[in-house]
């Protein structure tokens, strides 16, 4: 299971663990679009953000319940407290990343600084109050900062490995 805010490169990470361990990959967001029959964006846009908690927690805890492959959990999942119930089963890797990296990745220092200002205050407000969180679900915590995705992705299964070895 892959934890982390965005920008920590769960998607990516996801992608290159699975290949290397021969498993399928769920991304958790996909699974709600599926719900809702719209994008995630849509979903908390029109529907608010209480709706899409909802479906968030429908949506990972079938992941968790169905998939032995590699599970990637939306940045929020976490603050569920059933979410965080069904991850004291599971191992868990959370991918941590500062802003810097982050705002790379996400694109917002491709933007004026004025319209970023906004995104980077909510993204360092939301890791204030999630990595704590993070960091309890975690088997391991594995920082991504000014890494590559393949380099984090052969840590995440050097990890897997060591433990079932």
């Known amino acids: 299971m892959l934890v982390g805010p965005a920008g920590s490169g769960k998607t990516t990470v996801a992608q290159l663990v699975a290949e290397r361990?021969?498993?399928?990959?769920?991304?958790v967001d996909r699974?709600?679009?599926?719900?809702?029959?719209?994008?995630?964006?849509?979903?908390?846009?029109?529907s608010g953000e209480a709706?899409?908690?909802?479906?968030?927690?429908?949506?990972?805890?079938?992941?968790?319940?169905?998939?032995?492959?590699?599970?990637e959990l939306g940045g929020g999942a976490v603050l569920d407290p059933q979410v965080r119930a069904a991850l004291a089963h599971e191992r868990?890797?959370?991918?941590?990343?500062?802003?810097?990296?982050?705002a790379k990745r996400i694109g917002f220092d491709a933007n004026p600084a004025m319209v970023v200002l906004v995104p980077r205050r909510s993204w360092i407000r939301h890791m204030q109050q999630?990595?704590?969180?993070?960091?309890e679900v975690a088997t391991w915590v594995v920082d991504t900062s000014a890494r590559s995705a393949a380099d984090v992705a052969d840590q995440v299964v050097a990890l897997v490995d060591g433990e079932s070895a």
């Open 31 to 46: 699974d709600i679009e599926a719900l809702a029959g719209a994008s995630v964006s849509d979903v908390f846009i029109e």
């Open 51 to 71: 709706r899409f908690r909802e479906l968030e927690r429908t949506a990972s805890l079938a992941a968790l319940r169905e998939c032995d492959g590699i599970v």
């Open 130 to 135: 999630r990595r704590p969180i993070y960091t």
């Open 92 to 102: 868990v890797v959370f991918l941590d990343v500062g802003i810097a990296d982050a």
């Open 21 to 27: 361990l021969g498993l399928a990959v769920r991304e």
